[in-house]
């Protein structure tokens, strides 16, 4: 079983800071997904990457997979409260259940 | 498009009941995979449905047994519910689950969130 590692597990910063969460696996994956779950809510994807190196980028949110397509990297500029969840990455091959990190709790304090 | 739904949404049991669980998902979805998700353990897979067929279980024990109807709803059920079953409950659809060619987006439910006292 692929297993993957987040860090920091939690994480609270000030409004307008900028902040990196990071996803590891000893294992190379086809594929990578990372998603957003609000508290009373289930977990929504934000985005998929599947080339080594690239870079993608949906607003004020820059996710990168590795060159080696072992890990992966969420920064967020200028964090809003609004960006406040758990954020969670997934992986697998794709004929295979996708299997989660433990996630990282991100806080945005106003 | 109405999204997935599950429910109930909140419930207690003692331990030794049993629970089921149902999930509607998106319209045109065929693929619904259960997932476990505590504050330790993170999300766990539980099994994936397809067209009334179960493709794909999880490591965990025969008490926690599924199904899919012709409609693709689904429903799970835990019997000789344990303490350590408290647990938000998410149910997950997709077209074509783990027979696609490329990995799917999942479209989450907001789960069931079960205590077991």
């Known amino acids: 079983t692929q297993l993957l590692e987040q860090s920091p597990q939690f994480l609270s910063i000030q409004e307008g800071e900028n902040l990196t969460v990071y996803c590891n696996s000893s294992?190379?994956?086809?594929?990578l997904q990372w998603y957003r779950q609000e508290p009373g809510e289930g977990p929504v994807l934000l985005v998929t990457v599947v080339t080594g190196g690239e870079v993608k980028k949906l607003k004020r949110l820059t996710f990168q997979f590795g060159d080696a397509r072992k890990d992966s990297s969420l920064h967020i500029t200028a964090a809003q409260p609004g960006d406040t969840g758990l954020y969670l990455c997934a992986g697998g091959p794709g004929n295979t259940p996708l299997v989660f990190g433990k996630g990282t709790r991100l806080s945005v304090i106003a | 498009k109405a999204g997935v739904t599950q429910t109930p949404r909140y419930l207690i049991k003692t331990r030794g009941q049993q629970v089921t669980l149902s999930c509607s998902p998106i319209?045109?979805?065929?693929?619904v995979s259960w997932y476990q998700q505590t504050p330790g353990q993170g999300l766990q897979f539980l099994f994936e449905?397809?067209?009334?067929?179960?493709?794909n279980k999880g490591n965990f024990p025969g008490r926690f047994s599924g199904r899919q109807f012709s409609n693709s709803r689904s429903e799970m059920n835990v019997s000789t519910l344990e303490l350590g079953d408290s647990a938000l409950y998410l149910c997950?659809?997709?077209?074509?689950?783990?027979?696609?060619?490329?990995?799917?987006?999942?479209?989450f439910g907001e789960g069931s969130r079960l205590t077991v006292l």
């Open positions: 319209s045109g979805h065929r693929s």
């Open positions: 449905y397809f067209s009334e067929t179960q493709r």
């Open positions: 997950a659809s997709s077209y074509a689950g783990t027979g696609g060619v490329l990995r799917e987006e999942l479209f």
């Open positions: 294992s190379v994956f086809s594929s």
